[in-house]
């Protein structure tokens, strides 16, 4: 039997505590073991669920412990490389929160780093996980709904709390980098296409982060639009229009949280195919995903290049909106 990977977590974020760190003590081959937090009021509520869970007061104190295989970092996003890579310099494989790095640029490093200590790195881009997405990669990608013709997408959620990182932008704040990477990285995930130009971007900022942005890009095959706002009641949808139908992801980046998980498709003579995945834990398929290409060398499904197409395509939303990344 296959030893479960040992994770410790450098930093006890909320998100941490309420989906990933459960995530991590759920999933099949990953064992949670480790904390790294000075706050004894945070680390209780992991304790909640992982009572055996050591706490290390630093994050340093975390990557020198020789029981730990594997780290997860969900740092505000100005520390995630720099702490991706003392990670893997620390032979830990690395599960970090999106977006992994501010620049495509920056990429570089953390790919040469991977590579240097034979570690998997990967950005916690957890839909590409769900059987939703695989299953829209399948269809369209099948021709099911013809050739594809256009893609719009939406999210967006409230948020003007100023104290939020989402609204700091010393810490890498901004809409397009906390949720622009889904509405984005889903569509290259889904149609297997890399944007070619963004010849239309609009931005609107507050406190000098993004709030709203409004985008047109052209793909080879396909144009594509989409909205992110963090100042917008919430919504989040993403629909790939062919010349044969139409599917919709209507729950495509929160699923069960924000809604039900459900893909429809309508096609020739308003044929409607529903599918639905109710109580799957994209979290738990992500961590346990990553566990299994660490143990059996399997693809990962998500690796650093992806992301870093992902960044590039937000770097591009910022140069057409006139405010470089």
């Known amino acids: ?54 706490v290390h007061d630093g ?20 520390m995630h490389v720099e702490w991706s890579l003392k990670a893997m310099a620390a032979g830990k494989h690395v599960l970090c929160e999106k977006p992994m790095t501010l620049a495509e640029a920056e990429f570089d490093q953390l ?21 939703q997405f695989i299953r829209a990669r399948e269809l369209v990608q099948g021709g099911a709904i013809g050739t594809l013709v256009h893609v719009d997408a939406a999210f967006s959620f409230f948020n003007d709390d100023a104290r939020n990182i989402r609204n700091q932008p010393a810490a890498g704040g901004g809409g397009l980098r906390d949720i622009g990477v889904y509405t984005f990285g889903s569509a290259r995930f889904v149609s297997g296409e890399e944007p070619l130009a963004v010849p239309y971007a609009k931005l609107r900022f507050d406190n000098d982060v993004d709030i709203f942005a409004q985008v047109a890009a052209d793909f080879p095959s396909f144009s594509y639009a989409a909205m992110v706002s963090i100042r917008m009641f919430p919504r989040q949808e993403i ?13 495509p980046y929160n699923a069960n ?24 834990n994209q979290y738990v398929l992500q961590v346990e995903n990553f566990c299994q290409s660490v143990q059996t060398g399997a693809a990962y499904p998500c690796p650093l290049e992806f992301s870093r197409g992902t960044q590039k395509m937000i770097d591009m939303v910022f140069a057409a909106g006139g405010r470089p990344a």
């Open 111 to 131: 790919i040469a780093a991977r590579d240097a200590a034979g570690v998997l790195a990967a950005e916690a881009y957890m839909i590409v996980h769900h059987p």
């Open 1 to 54: 039997m296959m030893k479960s990977l040992r994770w410790g977590i450098l930093g006890a974020a909320n998100f941490a505590e309420k989906h990933m760190g459960p995530a991590i003590h759920a999933a099949k081959g990953a064992e949670l073991v480790a904390l790294a937090t000075s706050s004894p009021e945070k680390a209780a509520g992991f304790q909640a669920f992982a009572p055996g869970i050591q």
């Open 59 to 78: 994050y340093d104190a975390l990557l020198a412990d020789p029981a730990i295989d594997a780290v997860y970092i969900p740092l505000p996003n100005h």
């Open 257 to 280: 949280v924000f809604d039900a998980a459900v893909l429809t498709m309508t096609t020739d003579g308003q044929t409607v195919t529903t599918e639905r995945w109710p109580g799957v």
């Open 239 to 251: 629909t790939f229009h062919g010349d044969k139908g139409v599917l919709r992801l209507t729950c």
